[in-house]
């Protein structure tokens, strides 16, 4: 904490040093703190200010986090630092992130440079995917059939087998998807990281890193894929994003 201030500074993540701002953005605080960069050598750290008597667990926060980095995506390479990062002053800042992990920034940096994260998330329409299982697979479709407008009591087994016939079967058609999607996209995207499910009626959650002059060409490959799909899965393309799948930096670790 500087003792002139009474504050210390939150780290959003690490930028090539030659940034400028179009506009100052705001950083978190209430009011919102602006932000500005903490260089070193070639490379900088993206920070505000904030009050370190003030908890940073809220939601809203969070979004200010992601936001910032998102938006800073963008335009340049950013490497992000987990939620929470916080040092008591710019020095520290240098001493503890940019200079002892200056060699991995940079060469990350470079790596990310012209490329861009986007986000391809799909859910299954639920009464369209269920009956497509219960019409392929005649066992869970007997049972489906034995137990709809049964006494539960009576059909307490046959309907906990059916849900973990269903269960696979959302699974092996998740792969299935994935695998699709991936292919879809595989002559726009550089790499891709598949993230699992937050739950059985997520059809596909895919990570891509995107060459930023393929970017037309991904979206419309993905929207090709959705029209395919109408019915049965809604997808959608979130980005650009911060390069969360595909950077990992010494600065995450200032955030545990």
Same mark, same amino acid.
């Given at each position: 904490?500087?003792?002139?201030?009474?504050?210390?500074?939150?780290?959003?993540?690490?930028?090539?040093?030659?940034? +400028?701002?179009?506009?100052?953005?705001?950083?978190?605080?209430?009011?919102? !703190?602006?932000?500005?960069?903490? #260089?070193?050598?070639? &490379?900088?750290?993206? *920070?505000?200010?904030?009050?370190?008597?003030?908890?940073?667990?809220? #939601?809203?926060?969070?979004?200010?986090?992601?936001?910032?980095?998102?938006?800073?995506? %963008?335009?340049?390479?950013?490497?992000?630092?987990?939620?929470?990062?916080?040092?008591?002053?710019?020095?520290?800042?240098?001493?503890?992130?940019?200079?002892? !992990?200056? $060699?991995?920034?940079?060469?990350?940096?470079?790596?990310?440079?012209?490329?861009?994260?986007?986000?391809?998330?799909?859910?299954?329409?639920?009464?369209?995917?269920?009956?497509?299982?219960?019409?392929?697979?005649?066992?869970?479709?007997?049972?489906?059939?034995?137990?709809?407008?049964?006494?539960?009591?009576? +059909?307490?087994?046959?309907? &906990?087998?059916?849900?973990?016939?269903?269960?696979? /079967?959302?699974?092996?058609?998740? %792969?299935?998807?994935? /695998?699709?999607?991936? $292919?879809?996209?595989?002559?726009?995207?550089?790499?891709? *990281?598949? /993230?699992?499910?937050?739950?059985?009626?997520?059809?596909?959650?895919?990570?891509?890193?995107?060459?930023?002059?393929? *970017?037309?060409?991904?979206?419309?490959?993905?929207?090709?894929?959705?029209?395919?799909?109408?019915?049965?899965?809604?997808?959608?393309?979130?980005?650009?994003?911060?390069?969360?799948?595909?950077?990992?930096?010494?600065?995450?670790?200032?955030?545990?």
């Amino acid at each position: 904490m500087t003792a002139e201030t009474g504050t210390a500074v939150y780290i959003y993540g690490v930028l090539p040093g030659d940034v +400028t701002f179009k506009e100052q953005p705001a950083g978190l605080g209430d009011p919102p !703190s602006p932000v500005r960069l903490v #260089p070193y050598r070639d &490379i900088a750290a993206l *920070v505000s200010d904030v009050d370190p008597a003030r908890p940073l667990d809220s #939601p809203d926060d969070l979004l200010v986090h992601q936001t910032l980095l998102d938006a800073s995506a %963008a335009a340049v390479p950013v490497l992000p630092v987990r939620f929470g990062a916080v040092v008591p002053d710019e020095e520290a800042v240098i001493t503890e992130l940019l200079e002892p !992990s200056y $060699d991995e920034f940079s060469a990350a940096l470079a790596e990310l440079d012209g490329f861009q994260e986007y986000i391809v998330q799909g859910r299954y329409v639920q009464e369209a995917i269920l009956a497509e299982i219960l019409a392929e697979d005649p066992e869970a479709a007997a049972l489906a059939a034995q137990t709809f407008d049964a006494d539960p009591d009576a +059909t307490h087994d046959g309907r &906990i087998q059916l849900k973990g016939l269903i269960s696979e /079967r959302l699974a092996d058609k998740r %792969a299935l998807d994935t /695998r699709q999607l991936g $292919d879809a996209l595989a002559s726009q995207a550089s790499t891709s *990281v598949v /993230r699992p499910p937050a739950d059985e009626l997520e059809a596909v959650h895919t990570a891509f890193l995107v060459k930023a002059t393929d *970017v037309d060409q991904m979206v419309s490959a993905a929207r090709e894929l959705a029209a395919g799909w109408e019915g049965r899965v809604e997808l959608r393309i979130v980005g650009p994003v911060a390069a969360y799948d595909f950077v990992g930096t010494s600065g995450t670790a200032l955030g545990d």
